[in-house]
């Protein structure tokens, strides 16, 4: 566990405030849900909750299924990160914390495609290998949770298949996330 060297202190309510710097580094915004852990140390740990990684192993399935029906890339992420991806190596871009352009994209809650003459836009912030193509956000009762990706390496943009398989499966997604 890295230390801060900041301390803070419970108020009488039980509420600790969570400084600035830390929410800003670990993206967590008003409203975020954390999931509150207790080691037997005393130790107690804040993780943020993603109602998306409990899709782990049916996102895998997805990605695989729509990079095999399309030969493109695909990933999917919750809000801050890659959770599954399919068609380049897994250690490239999973659990890798997504691009401040696709965090845009996706708080837009528009779905994106590159076209021709765009510029290009990175999936992650450490790697700037692979481009953008498709961006699907998964929406929840209006409510963003994610996003279903296509991606290149640096090749033409993707057509309308990819456009509308991703529009599918985000859509898909996001139902399944309502129960």
């Known amino acids: 566990m890295k230390a801060t060297g900041i301390v803070r202190r419970i108020d009488d309510l039980g509420r ?3 400084p600035k710097e830390i929410r800003r580094t670990m993206r967590i915004r008003e409203g975020d849900p954390l999931e509150i852990y207790t080691e037997r140390d005393g130790e107690v740990i804040f993780k943020k909750y993603s109602p998306m990684g409990e899709l782990g192993e049916y996102a895998a399935q997805l990605c695989e299924t729509m990079y095999k029906t399309t030969g493109c890339p695909t990933a999917i992420a919750d809000r801050d990160s890659i959770i599954s991806v399919f068609g380049v190596p897994r250690r490239e871009l999973m659990e890798k914390r997504i691009s401040s352009a696709l965090q845009e994209i996706m708080e837009g809650r528009q779905i994106y495609q590159r076209h021709r003459g765009d510029r290009a836009l990175p999936v992650v912030e450490e790697e700037n290998r692979y481009d953008l193509a498709v961006a699907a956000p998964i929406l929840t009762e209006g409510d963003l949770m994610g996003c279903v990706l296509f991606f290149t390496e640096g090749e033409l943009p993707l057509g ?6 991703a529009q599918t499966v985000s859509g898909f997604l996001g139902r399944q996330l309502e129960s």
């Open 160 to 165: 309308d298949a990819e456009y509308k398989l």
């Open 16 to 18: 600790v405030v969570i």
